[in-house]
């Protein structure tokens, strides 16, 4: 049991500055344009057994985190990552390159040449101190599928068919051509700094023009957004198979035997789109259908690997997942923080030391609506769950 008012980190770890959890280090990798090619899968896959635990998490930034690694063999993994190709220089490179990409791009398009382009610039750009939690999107398909990833500034089509450049819950954005969306985007992060976005180094895009202590200058809103579409579902596409890992983590074999299948790319969703496949793998913990409930439950990584958790997450998770209704979003959190999904959602679920508590509608660090359930009253609650 650990403390009841989680810490609030403030940053997300990266290679070179990996984050201290209940297992070990945690040693978040950023491919490259969100890009993975199937040689660096399988020596991740290699190093995570080496080094680590051989457990990999796919974080909602699409990125990829050994955890459990020891902190004495921390040099020597790093080592093992640039020969990889996918260290950064420094930690600020590092730190900067945050963005996501949207997974259906055809070789030299836009999305790909954006996305490129854009972790390029903020590998190498001076001055942009930009908070750790702060990112970016490249969405540039036909329409954005990508609303529900977290990014404080995107790139996306306006309704027109052209490219705008905009501010995370601007209802518009800036109308640019290909060559400038990432100095747009680029000057974009510049006035969030400049407005005062980030006072004590923290802050995001949506919390600053909620708080409208500096209005978004109408440049930044003139041309019209293009409505998002609903974020894809398992299956083939004319890119290779889009297929889930189970609640977000996976065993180093699986990431193993995926890259056996080609080059990958990761998405914000928990999911990567395999290249060029054209059937769904048949491994364990990889799903292949939106028909798996295992889809509609996030869960954190709970005890032991967090030392915040006041209980274990993913075994609940796999238990409540089949007695979980048609539709219904379940939400496992170790704890009040609620990291793995800070919205509300159908059903939240925490444990304590006194039980399990429930929340309808709300998040993780509601007031419950249940407390200090066993499993199978919970299994059971579940099972009689009712859109309200
Ligand atoms: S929500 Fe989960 S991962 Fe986040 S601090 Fe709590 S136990 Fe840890």
Redesign the pocket.
């Known amino acids: 049991m650990t403390s009841a008012s989680?810490?609030v980190q403030g940053w997300c770890p990266g290679a070179l500055r990996p984050m201290m959890?209940g297992d070990g280090l945690v040693v978040r990798i950023r491919p490259w344009a969100g890009r993975l090619r199937a040689a660096q899968a399988a020596g991740l896959a290699a190093l995570s057994n080496r080094f680590g635990n051989g457990i990999i998490d796919i974080s909602s930034r699409g990125n990829l985190q050994l955890r459990g690694v020891r902190m004495s063999d921390h040099p020597a993994l790093l080592a093992a990552l640039d020969e990889l190709g996918l260290l950064d220089r420094d930690p600020s490179s590092e730190a900067r390159r945050n963005l996501v990409v949207q997974p259906f791009w055809q070789a030299g398009d836009l999305t790909h040449d954006l996305a490129t382009g854009l972790s390029q610039a903020l590998s190498t750009a001076r001055g942009l101190d930009l908070p750790s939690k702060f990112g970016f999107a490249v969405d540039c398909g036909d329409a954005p599928v990508m609303a529900s990833a977290s990014a404080d500034i995107r790139i996306e089509r306006g309704a027109g068919g052209g490219l705008i450049v905009r501010a995370d819950t601007a209802s518009g954005g800036q109308a640019v051509a290909p060559d400038g969306a990432v100095p747009a985007a680029l000057r974009l992060a510049q006035w969030f700094l400049q407005s005062g976005g980030a006072p004590d180094g923290r802050g995001r895009m949506a919390r600053h023009l909620a708080q409208k202590t500096a209005s978004l200058p109408a440049c930044w809103q003139d041309a019209e957004a293009m409505r998002p579409v609903a974020q894809p579902a398992p299956g083939v596409y004319a890119q290779g198979v889009l297929v889930g890992l189970a609640f977000g983590q996976c065993a180093a074999q699986t990431l193993g035997q995926l890259a056996r299948y080609g080059d990958m790319r990761l998405t914000p969703w928990r999911m990567v789109l395999i290249e060029g496949a054209t059937t769904i793998p048949e491994i364990d913990g990889v799903i292949g259908t939106s028909r798996d409930p295992r889809l509609r439950i996030s869960v954190?990584?709970?005890?032991p690997?967090?030392?915040?958790?006041?209980g274990e997450?993913r075994n609940l998770a796999r238990d409540l997942a089949q007695v979980l209704p048609q539709g219904a979003i379940l939400h496992v959190?170790?704890?009040?923080?609620?990291?793995?999904r800070p919205r509300s959602s159908d059903l939240t679920v925490i444990p304590r030391d006194s039980g399990l508590d429930l929340v309808y509608g709300g998040r993780?660090d509601d007031t419950a609506d249940r407390s200090g359930c066993s499993v199978q009253q919970l299994r059971t609650e579940i099972r009689q769950w009712v859109r309200g």
């Open positions: 989680p810490r959890s954190c990584t709970g005890a690997g967090c030392i915040q958790a006041q997450t959190s170790g704890c009040a923080k609620g990291c793995a993780a």
